[in-house]
Structures are given as structure tokens and as C-alpha cells.
């Protein structure tokens, strides 16, 4: 695992004595969700937002816990209020961050995560630029090839694209404050953990 520090954002990222905000970043299928349920299954009180969609409810997911459910109607409320921190669209649905629990959870001193695609976090950057921007990457690109493509139950097509955006995101990584390599997801998670001042 390697760490990078970005001129601009002098801090060692072992120097983070308080909560704050901190959004972890990388292309699909880097293994952000792992390391995410890693961090947590240890340190439940690691609050993670839950997004807004406009997709249907998969068979198990409960309103509030996995996703805040709601219709394009109201999903344009919320953007047309202000109440969203970020959103974008995939795959003919809606994702975004509501705004308010997030500053909540940072009024009340409690370590706040977010995890985001990368077009996410730039819109948080510029929302809230005091947010620590944490880039997740493959150990390789082979490595990150064999993720997205691993499953075999996709058109070349399709593969393809998937390809194509995952470069574009690597291309993305000098925005970032900090960039972990996810060559194990403990220590990724652990780093994590550092940045956000807990443990």
C-alpha cells in the first residue's frame, strides 16, 4: 500500500486528530465497498451516508439503510432545494448525498464517510472544500481488468465501456488529497480509519 500526499493539502495522513469529513473515491470494482464494510464491521461508529436513488428497491434493501428510496419527482425536489451534496446518473437512475445528515454528523463531532464515484467527489469538493478526497486504487491495471471483467456475463460492448470509464477514473486520481493502493483491505481500511481520526 502506498500513500500519496498532495502539495496543496500538506497534512500527514496519520495527522488527523478529529472527525472529518472524508470521501473515498476510486473506479469501479477497486474494492470500495470492501474496504468500506471492513472499516465498519470494526468500527460500527464510522457513519457512512446513505444515498438518495431513484431505482426500484432490490429484493432485502430497507428504506433508510441501504438507499433513501424515492421517485424522480421527488428526487428533483431534492436537487431543485439544495438538499443534495452530489448526485449523477447511472444507468437510467439517479444516485445522490443529502445534504443535511452529513452536516449533522459533522456538527456533532461523529467520523463521516462517504463513498462516491469520482464525478461525486469533485461536485463535494466543490461543495465542501475543506473535505479530505481519498483516491482508491488498483494494485495494477491487470489486476483492475480482471475485477471488471471477471464475471464473463457481459457483451464486449458493454466490457468495453466499462473499461473506458474505469481509465478515465484512474485519470482522475491527481484531484484527490490522498491516494491508497488496495494491495490488502485491511490495511487500506486501517489507513482509512488514521484519516478519519479514529482508533
Known amino acids: ?7 496543496a493539502h500538506p497534512e500527514s495522513p496519520t495527522a488527523a486528530k ?14 470500495k465497498s470492501t474496504v468500506v464494510a471492513h472499516m465498519r464491521g470494526r468500527h460500527p461508529e464510522v457513519w457512512l451516508s446513505v444515498s438518495a436513488t431513484t431505482r426500484r428497491p432490490r429484493p432485502g434493501e430497507v428504506d433508510g439503510r ?17 438538499e443534495l451534496l452530489e448526485w449523477a446518473e447511472f444507468a437510467g437512475n439517479r444516485y445522490g448525498t443529502p445534504r443535511q445528515p452529513v452536516l449533522d454528523k459533522l456538527a456533532a463531532g461523529e467520523p463521516t464517510l462517504l463513498e462516491i464515484d469520482v464525478q461525486g467527489a469533485r461536485q463535494v469538493r466543490a ?4 473535505a479530505l478526497l481519498v483516491f482508491l486504487a488498483p494494485p495494477s491495471w491487470e489486476e ?4 471488471l471483467v471477471g464475471r464473463g456475463t457481459e457483451t464486449p460492448e458493454v466490457r468495453e465501456r466499462r473499461l473506458a470509464a474505469a481509465r478515465e477514473e484512474l485519470a ?22 488514521t ?3 479514529v482508533g
Open 195 to 197: 484519516l478519519m481520526g
Open 66 to 82: 441501504h438507499y433513501r428510496f424515492v421517485d424522480q419527482d421527488g428526487f428533483d425536489k431534492l436537487i431543485a432545494n439544495g
Open 172 to 193: 482522475s486520481e491527481s484531484e484527490f488529497d490522498v491516494t491508497l493502493v488496495n494491495t490488502s483491505v485491511e490495511d487500506v481500511a486501517r489507513e482509512l480509519l
Open 127 to 130: 461543495a465542501m472544500p475543506d
Open 18 to 31: 478529529r472527525p472529518r469529513l472524508v470521501v473515498l473515491s476510486g473506479p469501479s470494482a477497486v474494492g
Open 144 to 147: 483492475l481488468v480482471r475485477r
Open 1 to 7: 500500500m502506498t500513500t500519496s500526499i498532495d502539495p
